[in-house]
């Protein structure tokens, strides 16, 4: 007998959140504090975006492959780790750092390159879970793709599950686009089309570090500290071209990552072009790291479209388009491109969250208010 295609699901919210990165959870928890219904979906299968923290092979903790520190001046993060109990650590400075250059390895008297800054002793990652952990269950749908918006509010939007392909509609008066905007555009079919000015901004405005590959070398122990190294590099040979310590605390687990610059074409550096690196920077030790993780952030649709590298205006951080919603104040822009504080930084992806928080809880005030008015 043949199958009939299974209907949507219809579902009525206050607020469709597009993204669980950091942005998104943290939208959708001040909205839910609100009194808002909310329906947040997650086209990944993890919480987090673009703070990303694999556990190690070795089962001794987690890397950062996304976001690593936030800096002091960064009060969101910081009040938003102390909230949530999370552990943190200072990024290791101490040591001489290394100027690699074609003339070879040269050794600093101590470290310029490293500034003051905080690590999230579980990985960054461990800051959206904390977010998600504090949510009522069955808000973020992970594995759920929005492929299209339509309608200028109140708005339909079509969800598609990752595993089986089975569509979901969900109907919203408000629709939060927290991932980064040249993405929405590329990958979001709106009906009707975007105004074209707000289209034509998103498209071109870059994605932060979508354009990069991180490395991190997962090592027994932190050799290079021995040998009074703080483990930070600069590099004009590569493939890295920044290296950092990345140890946890009390230098537990051992690691370094680098970052090969943002634009670099051509394929990712494989893992022996890192360990000659490695050699040529650290010595002998380095050779036999337990782990190498290479993540290349222009391969990953759910972060980058196609031809991130070529995007490159970044005076469209922060617009003044992003700081007010659009289609009639129903279509809300979040993510950290999006900020006016930090764009870029976890902080800008909270920062911006706060603004978009406000923008539909005012909406909500200046409509009761209106209904109130003798006018
Ligand atoms: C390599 C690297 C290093 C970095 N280092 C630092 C650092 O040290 N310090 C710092 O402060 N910041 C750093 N950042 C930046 C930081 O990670 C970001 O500012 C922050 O994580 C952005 O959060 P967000 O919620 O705005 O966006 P994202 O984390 O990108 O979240 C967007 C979410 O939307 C989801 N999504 C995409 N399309 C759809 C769709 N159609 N439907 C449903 N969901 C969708 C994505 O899967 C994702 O979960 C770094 C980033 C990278 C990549």
């Known amino acids: 007998m043949p199958t009939t295609p299974t209907k949507s699901k219809a579902e009525i919210v206050d607020v469709v959140v597009v993204g669980a990165g950091i942005s998104g959870l943290a939208v959708t928890r001040g909205l839910l504090g609100a009194g808002k219904s909310v329906a947040?979906?997650?086209?990944?299968?993890?919480?987090?975006?673009?703070?990303?923290?694999?556990?190690?092979?070795?089962?001794?903790?987690?890397?950062?492959?996304?976001?690593?520190?936030?800096w002091p001046g960064e009060p969101r993060v910081l009040a938003l780790t102390e909230e949530l109990d999370l552990n943190i650590h200072q990024q290791h400075l101490d040591g001489d750092a290394i100027y690699h250059q074609p003339a070879g390895s040269q050794r600093l008297d101590g470290n310029p390159i490293d500034v003051h800054?905080?690590?999230?002793?579980?990985?960054?990652?461990?800051?959206?879970?904390?977010?998600?952990?504090?949510?009522?269950?069955?808000?973020?749908?992970?594995?759920?793709?929005?492929?299209?918006?339509?309608?200028?509010?109140p708005f339909e939007v079509d969800v598609v599950d990752q595993?089986?392909?089975?569509?979901?509609?969900?109907?919203?008066?408000?629709?939060?686009?927290?991932?980064?905007p040249a993405l929405a555009v590329a990958s979001i079919a709106f009906e009707p089309a975007l105004p074209e000015r707000l289209h034509g901004l998103a498209a071109m405005?870059?994605?932060?570090?979508?354009?990069?590959?991180?490395?991190?070398?997962?090592?027994?122990?932190?050799?290079?500290?021995?040998a009074g190294l703080s483990g930070s590099a600069i590099s004009h040979i590569g493939p890295m071209r920044e290296?950092?310590?990345?140890?946890g605390p009390d230098g537990h687990p051992a690691a370094l990552f680098g970052f090969?610059?943002?634009?670099?074409?051509?394929?990712?550096?494989?893992?022996?072009d890192i360990r000659h690196q490695l050699i040529e920077l650290f010595g002998a030790d380095a050779a036999n790291p337990s782990q190498i993780l290479i993540a290349d952030w222009r391969d990953d649709p759910a972060t980058s479209p196609e031809?991130?590298?070529?995007?490159?205006?970044?005076?469209?951080?922060?617009?003044?388009?992003?700081?007010?919603?659009?289609?009639?104040?129903?279509?809300?822009?979040?993510?950290t491109e999006t900020a006016v504080i930090s764009p870029g930084h976890i902080e800008g992806a909270l920062a911006s969250a706060e603004r978009v928080i406000?923008?539909?809880?005012?909406?909500?005030?200046?409509s009761t208010s209106l209904q109130g008015s003798p006018l």
């Open 40 to 70: 947040t979906v997650e086209r990944r299968d993890r919480v987090g975006g673009r703070l990303l923290s694999p556990e190690l092979d070795s089962g001794n903790g987690r890397v950062d492959l996304g976001a690593t520190w936030f």
């Open 117 to 153: 800054s905080y690590r999230f002793s579980d990985g960054a990652q461990s800051l959206a879970e904390a977010v998600a952990g504090v949510l009522p269950e069955g808000i973020v749908r992970l594995n759920a793709s929005v492929e299209k918006v339509r309608g200028e509010g």
């Open 163 to 180: 595993t089986n392909g089975a569509r979901t509609l969900l109907t919203a008066d408000h629709i939060v686009l927290a991932l980064p």
């Open 205 to 226: 405005t870059p994605v932060w570090m979508g354009s990069t590959i991180k490395v991190v070398a997962h090592f027994e122990r932190a050799f290079w500290r021995d």
């Open 243 to 247: 290296i950092h310590d990345m140890s």
């Open 260 to 272: 090969v610059p943002n634009a670099t074409p051509g394929p990712a550096p494989t893992e022996a």
């Open 307 to 335: 031809g991130v590298e070529a995007l490159q205006a970044y005076q469209a951080f922060g617009h003044a388009a992003y700081q007010r919603p659009a289609l009639g104040g129903r279509l809300h822009w979040s993510s």
């Open 358 to 366: 406000a923008e539909i809880v005012n909406s909500d005030l200046a």
